[in-house]
């Protein structure tokens, strides 16, 4: 694998149900984020981890909670969604948090809540 | 709340057409990124410009960075059918070293 890989790639989940979202960078990078993209509004940044520790906590619900075990991996655990969480979920990295912004994307999990 | 505009939202065009793709703020940032999003994929980085005037070049693409280091322009030489997809541009917050602000994208469609 190369680049940033995440799964599932789709998913579909209800109100009540509990699951997670996992990211994998393959490129040595120490920072790595989660934007959300909903249709018809710009990327919104989430959350931003960097050598594993959370920087940015972007305002999110509770009911989003990150973990990053090490550089390489992250993960976003979801529980008791609402239907306008229904949006794309990227997942990124980036050589630091200090290298200017260019950061490198993942194809994104497609989430249904229903 | 720094804003990125970009314009046009939608832009269908022939092959081998030119076109300009723009991305305006009234803020100032301390870079600026472009990106391609194809559909059901992530947004892939094309170029970023940090100076202002700055001006490069990636094949039939042409960006630039406006002097004052609030907007940028896409250009695309005789498009082709795989220039089709979402183009993003992002903005680097000067407070910041890895906050980057996103527009709302220019979809374009490049038709045989």
């Known amino acids: 694998e190369t680049g940033v890989t995440q799964t599932p790639r789709h998913l579909v989940m209800g109100m009540t149900n509990k699951k997670s979202l996992k990211c994998e960078q393959h490129?040595?990078?120490?920072?790595m984020y989660w934007y959300k993209q909903s249709a018809k509004k710009p990327l919104e940044l989430m959350f931003v981890?960097?050598?594993?520790?959370?920087?940015e906590n972007n305002s999110v619900p509770s009911r989003f909670s990150p973990e990053c075990p090490n550089s390489s991996h992250l993960f976003l655990h979801l529980h008791t969604l609402q239907p306008e969480d229904s949006a794309l979920y990227l997942c990124?990295?980036?050589?630091?948090?200090?290298?200017?912004?260019?950061?490198?994307f993942g194809p994104g999990t497609r989430l249904t809540v229903t | 709340t720094q804003l990125l505009e970009q314009s046009p939202q939608f832009l269908s065009i022939q092959e081998g057409e030119n076109l300009t793709v723009y991305c305006n703020s009234s803020?100032?940032?301390?870079?600026l990124q472009w990106y391609r999003q194809e559909p059901g994929e992530g947004p892939v980085l094309l170029v970023t410009?940090?100076?202002?005037?700055e001006v490069k070049k990636l094949k039939r693409l042409t960006f630039q960075f406006g002097d004052a280091r609030k907007d940028s322009s896409l250009h695309i030489t005789a498009a082709q059918p795989g220039d089709t997809g979402l183009y993003l541009c992002?903005?680097?917050?000067?407070?910041?070293?890895?906050?980057?602000?996103f527009g709302s994208g220019t979809r374009l469609l490049v038709r045989p």
């Open positions: 990124a990295s980036s050589q630091d948090t200090g290298t200017g912004g260019e950061q490198y």
């Open positions: 490129l040595g990078h120490n920072a």
């Open positions: 981890y960097s050598l594993e520790e959370r920087v």
């Open positions: 803020s100032v940032f301390s870079s």
């Open positions: 410009v940090v100076t202002g005037g």
């Open positions: 992002a903005g680097l917050k000067p407070d910041s070293s890895y906050k980057l602000i």
